[in-house]
């Protein structure tokens, strides 16, 4: 995704002080043995964060803290949580025990915020509201962080796995004009975990095929069926059980959940944890190696309005990570990380679609794939579309105007704009797709996806979305450029995104300064850390904590190393070295250690010091 940098909270508003404590992969056998971590059982271990069930178990300065009368709003459901809104000397406190459980990899706080003021300063803070676990400020916010709605909040809380502590907001105002700091929805989720670990490291279940049958309504934006999953238990250790990510449940809330599972078959279904975006099916027989099985559920996808990556902007819906999807078990565990707004999450091994879309004649409707449209019932069409060897599958649909070409090595190329999009807009994005298309695949490897669709709205806010063999776009060359590139990293050579964002950005994002002929001529000069604990090679779970820093490391930074290993290696020897390492991984899955080990081999330098320097962990 090339983001558009989120606004940043003014100097000293945001101290996040935990750390995750972190396993290095080189710690010897014994070391590991020595201790044996208590196993993760994931779990959201807020109660009543949505303040419908009364007060209980929170503890609150005053009766009128947890209320739903008029003055705000609930983000869901009626009641909140008001803390001040005074207007003169007064202080607010919201608080609650909460167990986190032990050998979880990430436990990551969130929560709803809304702040209004009557001040009207741009540059003091003058009331503020104090997020608090254990004695441990985690964030503060004041009036300068107004915001017309509320605006969701994550910090990570790894480091306080195993404990029993206090989570508290408190709130101040001083002597006069009124800010009020409104929370909803609070949650705590732990996933991950390191015990017990499967036996190898191989990743599984493995080969997923999907079929899905779905129907829209008249708008396109409501869509119900059936989806059913086959798979394979790749790993010597057992299945028991596997999860689906349900990742567009960020966007609503446990209680209306825009992604319904329901009917399951071929297992049992659990609650959903991880903000409801990860469920647990457990199996009916332990998975031995080498064998398959396939659950079956009854699908409800339910379209918010805005124009985002899963949202409608009036009668365009853009459908990115609708359908539930395997997650990853590896050496590490079950992948079962939240979702993130800053960047991506994302984690899945490459899979085979088959997805019928019934729907409205007047809908176009592009999708991941190879799509053939038939007639339908009386004025619908049924858009069937197939793909292979890909890691999710996104579709849009509404009343686009649609333009087509072939770019000059074969691989045809769809453009669909909303209203408002200029013909000239269109065609020029068409043209950009068709030349950035062949120059990524030129040097990394052919196009393997048949067509290619672009999606352009010059309302999405975070510039363009990559889905393999869709893309969501503005109208921007270089943001166009980027996206295509995204097709060989993440698409084709895989990697976790929320662990290793780097590996998809920072590649891509290097890709897209080759493409559009740009060296990086001394872009590392201009770097300048933020802290000792600012890496290229950080998780999303930093970079949620930091994400003014985001798009600056992974991106920027991360691009002008692999320009600076260029001109280590030279860029004979770095071109050989991007080429061989997508073949080699080619609808695989990366990770720093492979790569690093990669480029040592493609040179007689010794890197240790180049990795060091440029924050490359791993």
């Known amino acids: 995704m ?73 983000h869901g459901g009626s009641s909140y949580a008001w803390l001040d809104g005074v207007g003169g000397t007064h202080t607010d406190t919201l608080s609650q025990s909460v167990t986190i459980p032990a050998g979880c990899d990430a436990a990551t706080l969130t929560f709803w915020l809304h702040i209004d003021t009557a001040e009207t300063t741009s540059s003091v803070a003058y009331d503020k509201l104090t997020a608090k676990i254990g004695g441990t400020t985690l964030a503060t916010y004041s009036n300068l962080d107004k915001a017309t709605g509320y605006v ?11 404990q029993t502590v206090s989570l508290s907001f408190t709130g101040t105002e001083d002597s006069s004009l009124q800010t009020s700091f409104v929370l909803d929805d609070i949650a705590l989720d732990t996933s991950g975990g390191t015990a017990p670990p499967p036996a190898d490291s191989t990743r599984t279940p493995a080969a997923p095929s999907y079929t899905v049958n779905l129907s829209s ?12 999953v086959t798979f394979t238990n790749a790993s010597a250790t057992a ?64 379209v918010p309005s805005g124009a985002d990556r899963f949202g409608h902007d009036g009668a365009y819906s853009f459908i990115g990570n609708a359908l539930p999807v395997l997650a990853v078990r590896d050496s590490a565990g079950w992948h079962l990380d939240p979702y993130t707004n800053n960047g991506e999450s994302f984690y899945s091994l490459a899979a085979d679609f088959k997805v019928t879309l019934d729907h409205p004649s007047g809908l176009l409707v592009p999708a991941t794939g190879t799509s053939t449209d038939t007639p339908g019932s009386s004025g619908r069409t049924v858009t069937t579309a197939t793909a292979s060897k890909v890691r999710d599958f996104a579709w849009a649909a509404g009343p686009f105007t649609k333009i087509s070409g072939t770019s000059p090595a074969g691989v045809a190329v769809n453009v669909y704009s909303v209203s408002g999009i200029s013909s000239s807009s269109a065609q020029s994005m068409l043209s950009t797709a068709k030349s950035a298309v062949d120059a990524h695949a030129a040097r990394f490897g052919a196009y393997p996806y048949g067509e290619l669709d672009a999606v352009l709205d010059d309302n999405y806010w975070f510039g363009g979305m990559e ?28 990697d976790d995104e929320y662990n290793s964002p780097w590996l998809d950005e920072a590649f891509t994002d290097y890709a897209t ?58 860029d004979t020897a770095m071109a050989k070295l991007l080429k061989d390492y997508a073949t080699a991984h080619w609808y695989g899955v990366s990770s720093t250690a492979e790569f690093k080990a990669a480029a040592q081999a493609a040179t007689s330098t010794d890197l240790t010091s180049f990795w060091t320097q440029h924050r490359i962990d791993g």
């Open 217 to 228: 309504d008249a708008s396109g934006t409501v869509w119900t069926g059936h989806e059913g």
């Open 467 to 494: 889905y393999p063999g869709f893309v969501l776009d503005v109208v921007s060359s270089t943001a166009l450029t980027h996206e295509i590139g995204h097709q060989w990293w993440y698409g084709i050579v895989g």
């Open 2 to 74: 090339r983001s558009t940098p989120h606004k940043a909270l003014g100097a000293g508003a945001l101290t996040v002080a935990a750390v995750a404590a972190l396993v290095l992969p080189g710690t010897p056998a014994a070391a590991r043995q020595a201790t044996v971590p208590a196993a993760c059982t994931p779990a959201q271990v807020v109660a009543n964060g949505g303040f419908e069930s009364g007060t209980s178990p929170w503890s609150t300065s005053s009766s009128t803290v947890i209320t739903s009368r008029s003055g705000q709003t609930a």
């Open 513 to 570: 300064d080759l493409a559009l002929g740009k060296t990086g001529t001394n872009c590392w000069n201009s770097v300048s850390w933020a802290s000792g604990a600012e890496k290229i090679t950080n998780s999303m779970a930093y970079w949620d904590a930091h994400s003014s820093r985001y798009s600056t490391v992974v991106y920027g930074y991360g691009k002008c190393a692999l320009h600076d290993l260029r001109r280590v290696l030279g």
């Open 239 to 302: 299945l028991n059980e596997v999860y689906l990510r349900l990742w567009d449940n960020y966007h609503g809330t446990c209680d209306a959940m825009p992604i319904r599972v329901s009917n399951v078959t071929g297992g049992t279904a659990g609650t959903p944890t991880v903000d409801c975006t990860a469920l647990k099916i457990d199996l009916p027989a332990p998975l031995a190696q080498g064998q398959s099985a396939t659950l079956g559920f009854d699908l409800g996808i339910t």
């Open 152 to 162: 969701r909040k994550s910090i990570d809380v790894s480091a306080y796995a195993g």
